[in-house]
């Protein structure tokens, strides 16, 4: 099961004296990149928040978001009147003016108006971390369906360089025919008597550094491999990383020995379709 670090999951609260958005956007990270806003009342809880999301999400850079909007008249702003008076009243020794004009300054000196800090409310809270909950929850599908479309693409890459690797096997006696010959021609050309027997031996020493046996083999088991962990319970992108840079390997050595022109070509072949693996797995949790 593959999941996308890419995904979106948005939930609304609607409560009696305002609405609450609460937002997920995540993208590709190596590691946990958690960036939280919220308005200052919530913030006592955000530890318990990103443990919350460090749990479910693993990693990624993952923006939180909390928007509050009213939707009741409720304010924590209220008018310090005694102290408004008091203002009033000096004014009225300094300037003739109405009560209006009055009370336009004396509400923009200090203490004129009182704001009350406010406290969350532990049930309100309760009912907001089931949202937090839900939104998590959306992000993860998104990231699930998201998984589903890389997973296709990547059994479908995997299964193209499996069949580029069985046309490397097929024409592996070829290839080693083709330099049995090329050694064989270019001793003659020399026009120089030599020794069937020690030129054989000379042969198999030579073709042997070519041998690409081993590198065939292992590169079939990173393929099978490969296929084997997207199928496991948990995904895990870093794992197919180190899976894909071994694929990587034995395709090198392989293009390195080959020494055989078509040979290369099916070699640049698998490496392309690597390299568009190698991109997508930058995506996959």
């Known amino acids: 099961m593959i999941y996308s670090m890419t995904g979106y999951g948005k939930s609304v609260l609607q409560l009696p004296t305002k609405k609450i958005t609460i937002e997920l956007k995540s993208l590709n990270s190596k590691n946990l990149d958690l960036n939280a806003r919220m308005p200052s009342i919530y913030r006592e809880k955000e530890l318990t928040i990103r443990k919350l999301l460090a749990d479910k999400l693993v990693r990624g850079k993952i923006d939180f978001s909390i928007y509050v909007e009213a939707t009741a008249e409720d304010t924590s702003t209220q008018i310090n009147t005694p102290v408004v008076k008091q203002y009033m009243k000096q004014l009225q020794e300094v300037v003739n003016s109405d009560d209006l004009e009055l009370l336009k300054m004396a509400v923009r000196f200090p203490d004129a108006l009182n704001t009350v800090r406010e406290e969350i409310d532990e049930n309100e809270w309760k009912t907001i971390e089931k949202e937090i909950n839900t939104a998590t929850k959306d992000l993860v599908n998104h990231r699930l369906n998201?998984?589903?479309?890389?997973?296709?693409?990547?059994?479908?890459?995997?299964?193209?360089?499996?069949?580029?690797?069985?046309?490397?096997?097929?024409?592996?006696?070829?290839?080693?025919?083709?330099?049995?010959?090329?050694?064989?021609?270019?001793?003659?050309?020399?026009?120089?008597?030599?020794?069937?027997?020690?030129?054989?031996?000379?042969?198999?020493?030579?073709?042997?550094?070519?041998?690409?046996?081993?590198?065939?083999?292992?590169?079939?088991?990173?393929?099978n491999y490969f296929s084997e962990s997207m199928n496991s319970k948990d995904s895990n992108g870093k794992k197919l990383g180190f899976i894909s840079q071994e694929m990587g390997r034995e395709i090198n050595t392989i293009g390195s020995k080959s020494n055989y022109a078509p040979m290369q070509q099916l070699v640049v072949q698998m490496k392309d379709e690597l390299e568009k693996i190698k991109e997508q797995l930058l995506n996959v949790l």
């Open 146 to 223: 998201e998984g589903k479309v890389l997973e296709e693409d990547f059994k479908k890459r995997i299964h193209s360089i499996e069949n580029i690797l069985e046309q490397v096997i097929a024409m592996d006696p070829e290839r080693v025919e083709g330099v049995r010959e090329r050694l064989k021609k270019g001793v003659e050309e020399l026009r120089e008597k030599y020794d069937e027997n020690r030129f054989e031996q000379e042969l198999v020493y030579y073709i042997e550094k070519f041998d690409i046996t081993e590198e065939k083999v292992r590169l079939k088991n990173h393929l």
